[in-house]
């Protein structure tokens, strides 16, 4: 699905682009009939919108954050991409919050047509696609395509984009992608890969590419070989970054945790808290979960098929004709954590978090993924002493 | 493409029961669903109305069959289709009961209310091919006589037994009176050489099971299917999650050995 790699440096060394260059990178894939997607600074966030150029990227921002709180600060340098993860990600375009699978008409007859919507050919560019989000993307692709059932629409939207990521040099307080194993260094799956370089020597980036595609957008962009300084101030600027990791998992199998803390008494605490509002499986970059909405015109005679976004959230979600499954919020706090850490696994083959602090942001009562994990972690270890000072 | 529904064609439509009907369909075009098996399920399309998971309750003559209980907008609005009338399907989804695994065993098939309606294509099939397995016992549980399935036929199941019995019933009935595992002294069966298929409320299923562990059935010859929310049945809208099982696709017949910790956890 994803465009053919090509071994970094084979055909397209590593090179610099001026910060002009990614002006240039904007306007070669709008030249290329791409939309382009990027951050931009709207209402005190960097969101992610369509950019008509690179002077709209948001020089100059960086972000505050902690669990429960979100602010733009300016920075003291002009560097575009020194901002974390803000309140959407690329699921809003690859994967929206709602779409029209099929309509159907009932003829008079009684007889019905049933058409399959076609997706809109799109080709999108993502600029700036963070290494764990570039993570959360492939984690999506295996839910939509890479089961028995293919979600076609998906594919389409996945396949065509085209991917430049950004590693990090700027995590923020509520990042732990270096305990997930997913950044802040670039990770296959990119077209471009970028790395923002800002110092003495002006501002820069060191660009290589990772598929053919990539490589042959590169070669169209001004551009200048690789010098040493550039790519060892880059390489130890994402160094820098891995440690300053604002938070942390606790160091073990998270899978195993979770299977082993199904009646822990830790969610009786965090469910006194949580408020089961959903915005952390909204903000969440892999959460899929969707409802469907079947709908008619007013001659009852065309018929729609809708689905939106849902959360394990709601309590609806589980609903039966007797009633819904999850009806405590301790139980729906705790199928969100521990599908997302463990259960992901057995499904698809991948944790279900990445690391990117969204959730924790976005919580209206600051409830924190890795605290929940290493209070969890704690009464695991709690438990089994209290085992084994009870055993002979 | 397992997204969009296939119209088919309601060619019958009969009551079993005052809320519960089943419903015939034959595919309207010239293009079929994939052939399904018995405890698989497909997802039925009301015009206008939405969309449910109803399992197959029959496959004979090409002819997709299910019995629908109405209980709530989408089922009902499937149980008043009229012949002729088209309904939108999908399938088929999921794990089905898996005979051929059980061939040579004795049979213990268990059905509480509307569950016989997944489990009677099996039961249909054991029938057909005698000397496949061992023993067939039928156990059936509904709520009153009124509310018994397909009762015409009970009586071609019993190979060598097929028994009734009823949580409440009038002065007229002469059969049993309570759980369904009461009948459960009347079959004949070699407990370690038996396969369970078992479909019916939860608390029926876990009560059922743990019955069948006790007489040495082993854990993962209990065959259970479980019922939880779904939408899309093709695994892309998390609703039918049972801890790590996706139901629609891992599921909805499940290994007892995997079901029942899965089972013992409250809201899960
Ligand atoms: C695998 C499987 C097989 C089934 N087989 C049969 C069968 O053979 N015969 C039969 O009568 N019933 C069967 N059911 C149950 C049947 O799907 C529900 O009774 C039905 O979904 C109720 O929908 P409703 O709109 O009539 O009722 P409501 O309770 O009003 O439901 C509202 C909506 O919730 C959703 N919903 C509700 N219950 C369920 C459910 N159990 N599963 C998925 N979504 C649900 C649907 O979108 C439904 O439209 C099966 C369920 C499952 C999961
Ligand atoms: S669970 Fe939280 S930290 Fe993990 S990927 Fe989702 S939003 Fe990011
Ligand atoms: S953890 Fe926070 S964001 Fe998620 S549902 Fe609970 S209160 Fe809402
Ligand atoms: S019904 Fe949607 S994932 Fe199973």
């Known amino acids: ?392 | 493409m397992t997204a969009v529904p296939l119209p088919y064609r309601v060619v019958g439509n009969r009551a079993e029961t005052t809320d519960t009907r089943t419903v015939e369909l034959l595919p309207v075009g010239d293009g079929a669903l994939p052939a399904f098996r018995p405890g698989q399920f497909a997802m039925l399309y009301a015009f206008g109305v939405g969309e449910i998971p109803v399992s197959v309750a029959g496959l004979r003559d090409g002819v997709l069959t299910h019995t629908i209980r109405g209980v709530g907008a989408v089922s009902r609005a499937l149980c008043a289709v009229r012949p002729g009338a088209h309904v939108g399907v999908r399938g088929p989804f999921g794990t089905g009961w898996d005979l051929a695994t059980a061939a040579g065993r004795d049979l213990l098939v268990v059905a509480g209310g509307i569950g016989l309606a997944p489990l009677r294509p099996l039961v249909q099939a054991v029938v057909s091919m005698p000397h496949r397995h061992g023993r067939l016992n039928v156990l059936i549980g509904a709520r009153t006589p009124e509310d018994l399935l397909y009762r015409d036929e009970l009586e071609g199941w019993a190979r060598p037994y097929c028994g009734v019995t009823v949580d409440r019933a009038g002065t007229d009935w002469r059969g049993q009176v309570g759980v369904v595992t009461t009948l459960l002294d009347q079959a004949t069966f070699t407990p370690h050489d038996t396969t369970a298929f078992v479909c019916g409320p939860e608390v029926m299923i876990r009560a059922t099971a743990r019955e069948l562990l006790h007489r040495g059935v082993p854990a993962r010859h209990i065959r259970v299917s479980l019922e939880r929310n779904m939408h899309c049945a093709t695994g892309h809208c998390g609703h039918c999650q049972l801890g790590p099982l996706l139901l629609c696709r891992d599921g909805p017949v499940v290994g007892y050995d995997r079901a029942q910790p899965l089972l013992a956890v409250r809201e899960l």
């Open chain 1, 1 to 392: 699905m994803t465009a053919v790699a090509v071994p970094p440096d084979a055909d397209s060394p590593a090179c610099v682009l001026d910060g002009e260059g990614v002006g240039a990178l904007v306007r070669e894939l709008r030249a290329r009939g791409r939309t382009v997607i990027g951050p931009t600074v709207r209402d005190g966030a960097v969101v992610l919108a369509e950019l008509e150029s690179a002077d709209e990227l948001p020089y100059g921002w960086g972000v505050e954050l902690e669990a429960g709180h979100y602010r733009i600060r300016r920075r003291s340098d002009t560097a575009a991409f020194a901002h974390s993860a803000g309140p959407q990600s690329w699921k809003n375009f690859l994967h929206p919050e709602r779409v029209r699978q099929w309509s159907a008409d009932r003829g008079p007859d009684g007889g019905v047509t049933v058409r399959a919507e076609r997706p809109e050919p799109t080709s999108f560019a993502f600029l700036g696609v963070r290494p764990c989000d570039l993570r959360a993307i492939q984690i999506q692709d295996r839910v939509m395509t890479g089961g028995r059932h293919r979600d076609d629409a998906y594919e389409e939207r996945r396949s065509g984009a085209f991917l430049v990521l950004v590693e990090c040099t700027e995590p923020g307080a509520t990042c732990f992608c270096v305990s997930m194993g997913t950044g802040p260094a670039a990770q296959p799956g990119y077209d471009l890969a970028l790395t923002e370089v800002l110092d003495s020597a002006g501002h820069r980036f060191l660009a290589r590419a990772g598929t053919a595609r990539g490589a042959e957008v590169l070669r169209s962009l001004p551009r200048r070989p690789a010098d040493d300084v550039t790519r060892t101030r880059a390489r130890e600027d994402v160094e820098a970054a891995a440690g300053r990791m604002g938070r942390t998992m606790p160091p073990v199998d998270l899978r195993a945790l979770m299977a082993d803390s199904l009646t822990a008494e830790r969610w009786d605490d965090v469910a006194a808290r949580c408020l089961t509002c959903g915005n952390c499986t909204m903000a969440c970059p892999t959460c899929f979960c969707t409802t469907t909405e079947d709908v008619t015109d007013l001659t009852g005679d065309h018929a729609e098929r809708w689905r939106r976004w849902e959360s394990c959230y709601d309590l609806d979600f589980t609903h039966l004709p007797g009633g819904s499954v999850r009806t405590s919020p301790r139980s729906r706090y705790r199928q969100w954590l521990t599908h997302k850490l463990g259960t992901w696994w057995d499904q698809f083959d991948s944790s279900g978090c990445v690391g990117c602090g969204r959730c924790l942001v976005w919580c209206p009562v600051a409830i924190d993924i890795t605290e929940e994990a290493h209070a969890l972690h704690q009464e695991a270890l709690d438990r089994r002493a209290g085992g084994k000072d009870e055993a002979p």
